[in-house]
């Protein structure tokens, strides 16, 4: 077998980060470094795939977010749980 000596990696039990809040009912996740603030404060998303929007579906809330690590102490997931 070709793979047989390559270390298995295991993901850990995701772990409390902090929450999220929104108010329009949707998240969006966004590279930080691309957001560009005009002199009048209005902010501009970028137009390429560094930005999207998920719908909560329930609406308004503060949810919780979790980072899952693998068993070297990579992160894996970023889990957003709406409930």
């Not at 993901?11 to 999220?20: D, E, S």
């Not at 590279?31 to 999207?52: G, I, R, Y």
Request: charged share 25%; glycine share 6%; hydrophobic share 40%.
């Amino acid at each position: 077998m070709l793979y047989k000596n390559l270390p298995m990696t295991v993901l850990c039990k995701p772990k409390i980060i902090g929450t999220v809040a929104c108010d329009s009912g949707s998240i969006a996740l966004v590279d930080p470094s691309h957001l560009e603030v005009s002199d009048t404060d209005t902010v501009q998303l970028p137009h390429w795939n560094l930005f999207t929007s998920v719908d909560t579906e329930i609406g308004d809330g503060e949810f919780v977010v979790y980072a899952q690590r693998d068993n070297r102490g990579c992160l894996r997931r970023v889990i957003i749980e709406i409930e």
